[in-house]
């Protein structure tokens, strides 16, 4: 039985709208503002979900506990510090921010005030990766050797907005969209040590970074992994989202990351599959990492993916931008 709620607003209604039916689905959680620029919309979702809007985020911090800033990624360490200033539990939309200092400002603020500070890295919490993780690490199917990630999208051009701009966007699609495979690969795969990276605008001119991205890791393990993130891709076939090669058999997350695999000499078993009575309904699929956030609050514990956590997938985003290739003299 949850005593007290925790009062709940929900700032930016494009990625924040999922957030925002899964904190009206969270018991902890009472919702009681909606924020967008766009009135209208914001006013829509307001009455779909029995909740205030406003259009001004920082007038509401008075009636919140907690707040989830799901704005343009060159917002969120400014946002997220008068967030944390103010006392309020802050759940930040991916990236932390778009350079270390300003990650390492914000993490030192929450700090400084006692206050949550969690990236909402939604794939980590979702059945099918949290099982990934168990059965990489039980060791039934030997030590990995080799991991594949296919990431790849078409993204509508949208040039002369934020996405376009690798300031504001912080990087390319690696940074942006790829950032949440990085993080599971480093969460499956242990630590990096060493990466390189090749990009492209090939096929997404629009954008200044890199569009389409190829990423290499070698962890200490002596694992490698490869992913592919694009934005720039309008036909797609990929055979998994995430492949695992292991001494003794192979792992496999299927497109949906709603089922995994297992082949091995014992044949193929099905590890994970999405249960025929799971709840289709806006924001259940984000209502795992909203539910930790709102317990890391009332427990005060560390939420699992807080800063600290995310920026060693930042930072190994930021040594594969830094990685050079080798020319070719043929």
Known sequence: MILSKIRTAVVGLNMGLEHAHAYKLAERSELRWVVDLDEERAAKVAEELGC?????W??????????SLCTPHHLHAPQALQAIAAGKHVLLEKPLANSEQDCMNVIRAAEAKNVTLMLAFVVRFLPAIRKLKEAVDSGQYGRPVSAQGWVEAYLNPVPGTWFASKEKLGGGVLFSHGCHYIDILLYLLGEPARVSHFGTRV?????EGEGTSHGIIEFKSGALAHLVSSWGMKYKKTPAKF???MTEGMLELDNSMWKVLAVSKSGTETLYERPKEYPVRPGQNVLFEIEHFLESIATGRRPETDGHEIL???RTIWAMYASLGVPVNL
């Open 312 to 314: 060693k997938s930042h």
């Open 203 to 207: 096929g997404t001119e629009w954008m």
């Open 52 to 56: 205030s809007y406003t259009t001004d």
């Open 243 to 245: 492949q695992l090669h």
């Open 58 to 67: 920082t007038s509401i911090l008075d009636d919140v506990d907690a707040v």
